[in-house]
């Protein structure tokens, strides 16, 4: 089996209201708990806002420090699950789900080498 990294990407901004952030979450713990009865679930978190960051980068013999984001956009990395699965397929099978209960964010899947 494989893993693949889904990673969620969302608007810079404040969290959508309780009224419509209740029911995704719901969703999405449903969701959680198909991908461990299937033994596909690995590992799952969300992330602070991108301004939480910090961004290190070697120059020299310097490690120069920058606060916030590494990238300038309008969309960050908001949290990821990490899926076990059999091939692409299976996973982007586990992705579409996600994606349907996190519309109109995106969904991205990428598989880990090795």
Do not use: C
């Amino acid at each position: 089996m494989k893993q693949y990294l889904l990673s969620i990407y969302q608007p810079d901004g404040p969290a959508p209201a309780p009224e419509i952030l209740e029911p995704i979450m719901k969703n999405l713990a449903v969701w959680n708990d198909e991908l461990r009865a299937a033994g596909a679930w690995v590992f799952s978190a969300g992330l602070h806002p991108p301004e939480s960051a910090t961004v290190l980068r070697a120059d020299g013999d310097e490690v120069l420090l920058t606060d916030g984001p590494f990238t300038e956009g309008k969309e960050h990395l908001g949290g990821f699950t990490v899926v076990q699965a059999a091939d692409l397929d299976e996973a982007l099978a586990w992705a579409r789900k996600l994606a349907a209960i996190l519309k109109p964010l995106s969904i991205e899947v990428r598989p880990f080498t090795g």
